[in-house]
């Protein structure tokens, strides 16, 4: 087929593309978006495979159906509260696939004479190789970390600065080779090595909490991954599609930081999350105005609230509360009382991570409400009940001028005429500091498991 | 070097297209945005399969064959996830 054809075809794809990311935009058209994407790529697919230069067939299609079945057992099998770590995994297979593709374009160039080595060439094979493997490995430990392989907690080796600008000195000096020496391919294929070392030194000294930004950003490395493989090709519909991916996952960085109120370079390089001994500060903060309560105490709270607030954290998917928190919701309703959900923009280990959860207990998405939606609502809330969440409703962001929190926006729950907090035991959040949340005058502290406290709850209140 | 403009022009319009068409989207949407646009990313696939059938030499066919597969379970398992995601989000009865 001629290559007017082939690009009339990407140009089509580009553009379903396009229309289904912006319909992926908005709840009502979002799964439909989806659908429109998933046609531009399988139009992709089909033209190239029509494309002249494409001789055999036999392997492309064992290698289409392999990948095909691996990636319907992924999407079928997953469960919704292990989504964060197959996002990551998915994000890896792009970057792969783009380190793969430019040492494959590499090696044909320098070996078919009539192929000229560019600059433009040389340059984007050693971006691929970097960008890709950075992203693969990068992705891998996210993963591992998420799915608990490796410890969540951030792992600081010492003088991991100096270590990891060594290796990032040592890539570009390595991608110079590339572009200066093109035929030598073991350069490139080093590049690869090295950036593999910082893919997997970069992500393993970010702890759980701030995932949300490494997923986000690792998307968008994956899309600039995809885009540089199509300046190695010089093909339009690589770099499009590679734009777009890379944009969102940038607005989307942007989007977890401002969520934190903390930089890019401050989450990446910053290793909060280390906790200090902070046993001093936590029995001053706590000492004797800890009040805990029971599920019949919080059942008789329940009677009568006019307007419960959830606020559901990682603590939730942890302990797969959803389906529980949703029985609760809806008993409650039952009983007239209005019963919302808000979620903080980073709560969780991805961003959309609580909603996701939400979605899967069949709770209707008009019902997450955002936290500049929800913040008003706090003060005419009587219950605000807090499962599994801690940083993000910790008062000390909005009274602290210094800590690893300061300046965070959070949900406001405080200003609830009663806040529950379900959480197994005093311990700090993430960022390793002490909630004073926990000892305010108009909290009650239930200490259980998040499934089994709303459980038993729910049979406090029938009981009522 | 036209060439290169050509496609750095491409790049650079494609990067605002994307800002333009996601900057504002609901929290709700945010994984299944990542998860979806994270399938498109794997439109690497395109360059794979040129790799795999033009058969220049064992490895880059090997190469191939490994990127097709990756760029594969990055395509098929993004979009189905997505879709999974989102047929369960549900507005109220």
């Given amino acids: 087929m001629s290559l007017a054809i082939i690009n009339i075809a990407y140009l089509v794809a580009a553009l379903l593309f396009i229309w289904g990311l912006k319909e992926l935009a908005h709840p009502r058209t979002a799964r439909r978006g989806n659908g429109i994407a998933a046609v531009g790529m399988l139009i992709a697919i089909v033209f190239t495979l029509l494309d002249r230069q494409v001789l055999s067939y036999g392997a492309i299609f064992v290698a289409l159906l392999i990948g095909s079945a691996i990636g319907v057992v992924l999407a079928y099998r997953i469960r919704m509260t ?42 984007s094979t050693a971006a691929s190789g970097l960008i890709g493997a950075v992203t693969f490995w990068g992705s891998l430990v996210a993963f591992a970390k998420l799915q608990e392989i490796v410890p969540g907690q951030p792992i600081l080796l010492p003088g991991r600065h100096a270590i990891n600008a060594l290796l990032a000195v040592a890539t570009l000096v390595l991608g110079a080779g590339v572009v200066l020496q ?19 030194l970069t992500v393993i000294p970010i702890g759980g909490a701030d995932m949300p930004v490494v997923i986000s950003l690792l998307n968008s ?31 989307l960085t942007q989007i977890m930081c ?16 280390v906790v200090a001994a902070g046993s001093s500060a936590e029995a001053d903060v706590y000492a004797g105005r800890i009040k805990a309560a029971t599920a019949e105490e ?42 919302a959900f808000a979620i903080h923009p980073v709560a969780g280990r991805m961003p959309g991570h609580m909603n996701v959860l939400l979605a899967e207990a069949d709770i209707p998405y ?32 909005r009274e602290q001028a210094s800590g690893p929190i300061a300046g965070m926006p959070i949900l406001d729950v405080d200003k609830a005429r009663t806040v529950v907090v379900v959480k197994r035991s005093l311990s700090p959040g993430f960022a390793g500091i002490p909630n004073p949340l ?27 | 070097m036209s060439d290169f403009v050509d496609i750095l022009t491409i790049f650079v319009l494609a990067i605002l297209v994307g800002f333009e068409v996601i900057s504002k989207v609901p929290p709700t ?9 994270n399938a498109i990313s794997g439109i690497t696939i395109v360059g794979a399969i040129l790799s795999l059938g033009m058969q220049h030499t064992t490895l880059t066919a090997v190469l191939g064959f490994l990127a097709v597969i990756f760029a594969m379970i990055n395509v098929v398992g993004g979009f189905l996830v997505t879709d999974r995601m989102l047929g369960m989000f549900k507005r109220k009865e």
């Fill in chain 1, 221 to 251: 490395y994956s899309g600039l991954a995809g885009c540089a493989t199509g300046f190695v090709l010089n093909n339009n519909m690589l770099i499009i599609a590679g734009s777009l991916v890379g944009a969102s996952g940038i607005i």
């Fill in chain 1, 438 to 464: 926990f000892a305010a005058d108009n909290t009650l502290m239930y200490f259980a498991d998040g499934k089994k406290a709303i459980l038993d709850l729910i049979n406090a209140v029938k009981d009522l």
């Fill in chain 1, 366 to 397: 008009e019902k997450m409400l955002t936290m500049e939606e929800a913040n008003p609502l706090f003060e005419q809330t009587d219950v605000a009940i807090v499962i599994g969440a801690n940083d993000v409703v910790n008062p000390l962001a």
């Fill in chain 1, 298 to 339: 919080v059942a008789m709270l329940l009677d009568g609230a006019r307007r419960v607030m959830i606020v559901p954290g990682y603590g939730m998917a942890v302990s797969q509360a959803q389906h529980a928190v949703r029985d609760l919701m809806r008993l409650l309703e039952s009983r007239g009382t209005e019963v």
């Fill in chain 1, 258 to 273: 401002k969520a934190m109120n903390r930089s890019l370079p401050n989450v990446l390089f910053g290793g909060v999350g």
């Fill in chain 1, 82 to 123: 292990a989504m964060p770590q197959m996002v990551a995994l998915l994000n890896g297979f792009g970057g792969g696939a783009s380190v793969l593709v430019a040492g494959a374009a590499l090696i044909e160039a320098v070996g078919i004479v009539e192929r000229p080595v560019t600059l433009q060439l040389t340059v």
């Fill in chain 2, 29 to 37: 949407l945010h994984t299944p945005l990542m998860s979806g646009s």
């Fill in chain 1, 182 to 200: 093109p035929d030598a391919v073991w350069l490139y294929w080093l590049v690869v090595a090295v950036a593999s070392a910082l893919g997997v």
